[in-house]
């Protein structure tokens, strides 16, 4: 099943949904909307009436992108049947062409993480100064976390159940890049292997990123809160 958060993403949808059907003509796709002014649900809803395997929940207001994953995850462990989850972003900066690829290496590791700093992995549309935050905030918490993964900041991420299963994410307390960080962490902790796959990430045309100056600080603080903690 695919997970897609989605705030404000309504021109976003469309392309998506048509370039995910290309690769996965029936698998299940489940958005999360935070009930988005621009209308994203409306749109969802659309093309809900053209194919049965999307669905959607929306939640009362902007709780974030971290809060989104812990919840939906939560409740999705509880459904049976689901084999793995794959978690993406609906501006389509994670190349859906990549998916089929992505569901063949869920069947022989637990975690199959997207990755823009693998050899053959890039990012399109950046400008220096986005790129170089990029760079050190992935160097600073792999070495601060020593989680072995080149884009712990990444958030194209798929998921087998019993991966999720073991991580205990009621007790997760972050939001955006630092969530991706904490998720690949405690993944890492809990035993699983994660698998990197290289992708190229092209920045989004339509829509406003989320990125801002409160999500760096946060994703700064927690390598630094984690390696504080186990010190003293
Ligand atoms: N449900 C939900 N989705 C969110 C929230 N914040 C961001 N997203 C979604 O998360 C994905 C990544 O966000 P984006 O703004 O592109 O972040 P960036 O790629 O780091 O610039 C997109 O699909 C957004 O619509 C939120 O608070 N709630
Ligand atoms: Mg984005």
């Given at each position: 099943m695919l997970v897609i958060p989605t705030y404000n993403e309504k021109n976003n949808l469309r392309d998506l949904v048509k370039r995910i059907r290309q690769v996965l003509p029936d698998m299940p796709i489940l958005f999360v909307d935070d009930n988005s002014p621009d209308g994203t649900a409306e749109e969802i809803r659309g093309l809900m009436s053209a194919d049965p395997a999307i669905r959607l929940w929306v939640r009362?207001?902007?709780?974030?992108l971290g809060s989104a994953y812990r919840e939906t995850f939560l409740k999705l462990l509880d459904e049976p049947g689901t084999e793995y989850f794959i978690a993406m972003d609906a501006d389509l900066s994670h190349p859906p062409e990549i998916l089929p690829e992505m569901v063949r290496l869920l069947g022989m590791h637990p975690v199959v993480v997207g990755s823009r700093y693998l050899r053959g992995g890039r990012v399109e549309n950046w400008n220096w100064l986005r790129r170089l935050i990029s760079r050190l905030g992935n160097w600073y918490a792999r070495v601060l976390t020593r989680v072995p993964v080149s884009d712990l900041t990444s958030g194209f991420v798929g998921y087998r159940r019993e991966a999720l299963r073991?991580?205990?994410?009621?007790d997760f307390d972050s939001e955006g890049y630092a969530f991706q960080v904490e998720m690949k962490h405690r993944l890492h902790k809990s035993g699983a292997n994660i698998f990197e796959l290289p992708i190229v990430f092209t920045e989004r045309r339509e829509g406003a990123s989320k990125f801002s100056f409160a999500i760096i600080m946060e994703a700064a603080a927690y390598p630094f809160k984690n390696w504080f903690s186990k010190k003293n």
């Open positions: 009362p207001g902007k709780q974030g073991n991580l205990s994410l009621q």
